[in-house]
């Protein structure tokens, strides 16, 4: 849709047809990261049919939650974009309004965990699967819902859409047009991350991502291999990965509730290091529990702390940058959040081959969540700079315009509310 088709707003609406666009990101997270975190149920059944090892059948997994959220093909296409309606419809409320919509991950993983136990019994884990992929076809009603919204508040300097369009527009035939189209959109990609990524506070946020999601998949990957490894029952080990979907659902909501408070809204950097230190202890602490009760408390702390980060990835990722690198930000955020998916549960697999025991994955895993919490949070004291009280200086009424941004063009505007960057551009200088 073009901007002049529909009415520019001067600042995100906080409500109306946004509300139903967090029902239908809502939706998206049970079809999308639910279902894939439920393939865990999946990992005994694999690893007998096709006698692997664990290394080579966490693959499916790493797999799985990789294209999620990195590469351009199957849920990657839906998960972003949905993140950046959000961010698109909301303002004060956006951490909220993120958490709600997050929250369908935690819901979808406590309902859909013994519905598959089930229906692996009952159908076997091929009929399972099939049900499983008819499922997701409900991703196209939540792609319906996302209706576009435009600002006047704030324009890059040209409009690249309508700038490639006319460029394309001169060429006769389709394939050059596509090819033209295509070129110039990855080169404008690729220019926005090129500044996104000389911005310090950015670039030790995305490296602090690749520590967190090396370690943050690990547990939701073996916690129920490793319960039914100390006797667990398969039903009740299905148990623990519903009860980390239900705190995370609390993880979701409380946080983006507790972020939008006044007093941590300009801290919710600390809320993040915060939630993702909790969340590698936990996962430290996982080896040292055998039986139903402490498994069910780590695994329902995971959880919520889970919940709680998630909650706040995209948040502090607009935090950084301009609004209209907004969708470049969030995009490149859950593509460097996803690339350890590849690697991470394989690995973890590979020791527990070599070991015969969980404690070695279990103990990488919540090193690698600590070194990243370490990583963002020494980043944020060495490069921003607060202002009294360790808040970030905003000044101006509602719906005033605050610099959050580059330098080269200026500083680009974005409305009170949508952001609160510490005094720091993306060139690493001072505003």
Known sequence: MRRGSSPLLRKPP?????????????VLMVCTRAVTRCLSIFFVDFQEHFAQSHANTAWINSITDCNTMLFCVGFALCY?????????????????????????????????APIIQFMIVKFSWRGALLILGAFTSNLCICG????????????????????LEKTAGNESSLWRRAFILVSQSVSCWLGETHTLVRCPLFAAYLLSL??????????????????????????????????TGIMSIVGNVTYGWLVDCSFFRRRRWWCYVFAITLEGICSLCLPFAQHVPPLALLAGLYGYFDGAYVTLLAIIATDLVPAHLTPTAIGLTYGIHGLPYLLGPPLS??????????????????????????????ATLVVSNPGPGGEAKASG???????????????????????????????????
């Open 210 to 243: 690749l520590l967190l999601a090396s370690g943050c998949g690990i547990p939701f990957v073996y916690l129920v291999p490793y319960a039914q490894s100390h006797g667990i029952s398969f039903q009740h080990a299905s148990l623990l990965l519903s009860l």
């Open 144 to 163: 319906a819902l996302m209706r576009p919204i435009h600002f006047k508040n704030f324009a890059p300097p040209e409009d690249n859409e309508e700038k």
């Open 397 to 431: 009424q509602e719906g005033e315009l605050i610099s959050s941004g580059l330098s080269g063009n200026g500083a680009f505007p974005r409305p009170i509310g949508e952001a609160t960057v510490p005094g720091m551009n993306c060139e690493g200088g001072r505003l």
């Open 349 to 378: 697999g590979w020791m527990v081959d070599q070991t015969d025991s969980y404690t070695t994955s279990f103990l990488f895993s919540g090193s690698a969540i600590l070194a990243s919490a370490m990583l963002f949070a020494v």
């Open 80 to 112: 972003s974009p949905a993140l950046v309606m959000i961010d698109r419809y909301f303002g004060r409320r956006r951490a909220l309004a993120m958490g709600i919509g997050l929250s369908g991950s935690g819901v979808g993983t406590f309902m859909l």
């Open 14 to 26: 906080d409500g109306g047809w946004g509300w139903m666009v967090v029902a239908a990101c809502f």
